[in-house]
């Protein structure tokens, strides 16, 4: 187990949603593959979005640029 996956599961333990965020987005940055990165920037981005976090719009444009959410009009 990596750290990372130590911080996460920690952080699902405490129902710490910016931690979760903040973790998601640096699994994505750090993944193996696009599909394991939009993987980890759709949890980030559905945590954000309960959480009305300030990076929604951020990671939603990341998952946009990858193809995985529609543009908006």
């Known amino acids: 187990m990596t750290d990372l996956d130590a911080q996460l599961l920690a952080a699902h333990e405490a129902n710490d949603a910016r931690a979760l965020i903040r973790l998601y987005q640096l699994a994505a940055d750090s993944a193996a593959s696009i599909d394991a ?37």
């Open 37 to 73: 990165a939009c993987f980890y920037l759709t949890h980030a981005y559905v945590f954000a979005l309960e959480a009305n976090h300030p990076d929604v719009e951020h990671i939603r444009a990341r998952l946009v640029a990858e193809g995985r959410e529609p543009a908006l009009s």
